[in-house]
């Protein structure tokens, strides 16, 4: 019996470290972890921001540089501040609109937290925080108030565990069905030598 206890030891071994809870220790529980395939866009270390009066002067529209956390691809985005209010509130992808939105459009002073300015001598103006991660917007002579930059998740990571799920299902169902196999071949051996 001393012996099944050892081989038994020994099979369940590789399984014994780092494993907190089941879905540390199994395919699908990592798979489906917070952070695994997560990818999230943002702005740029250098966003390079420019802002536009939209025609009917009741919006903003930013366009920046937007880096997917995964990639140092960069791509130009532009998105109207009020319209996707919500949705930055919310870290949800705001709704893009085409670059060529700013064609025509009058450009909006920027300045920098770091640099005030008296408000009453322009009429609108966005002002960026130091690390540009969030903006304030001065519209028509109103603060309509502070808003994140978007930041959020793109999605794909969701579909990609989506459509990895049933070989991950298939890894911990051999990796039970080997334990069980490796007991069962421990119990038979151990009934063997005992006759």
């Not at 509130?89 to 064609?103: C, D, G, N, T």
Request: proline share 4%; with cysteine.
């Amino acid at each position: 019996m001393k012996r099944v206890k050892c081989y038994l030891f020994a099979l369940l071994l590789p399984f014994l470290p780092g494993c907190g809870s089941l879905q540390e220790c199994t395919f699908t529980g990592r798979l489906w972890s917070d952070d695994f395939l997560t990818n999230y866009h943002q702005p740029a270390n250098d966003p390079g921001a420019k802002a536009f009066l939209k025609a009917d002067q009741k919006d903003v529209l930013i366009t920046y540089d937007e880096q997917k956390e995964s990639s140092d691809n960069i791509k130009r985005r532009a998105f109207y501040v009020l319209e996707n209010q919500r949705l930055l509130e919310a870290r949800k992808k705001p709704h893009f609109v085409s670059l060529k939105s700013a064609a025509g459009l009058d450009s909006v002073p920027i300045f920098w937290e770091t640099n005030l300015f008296a408000t009453n001598t322009i009429s609108s103006a966005v002002i960026f925080s130091t690390n540009q991660q969030s903006l304030q917007l001065i519209l028509t002579n109103q603060n309509q108030g502070k808003f994140t930059m978007p930041f959020y998740e793109d999605g794909h990571g969701r579909q990609t565990q989506i459509l990895l799920t049933p070989l991950a299902v298939t890894g911990d169902t051999g990796m039970v069905a080997a334990i069980a196999a490796g007991l069962a071949l421990l119990l038979w051996l151990e009934g063997h030598a005992n006759h």
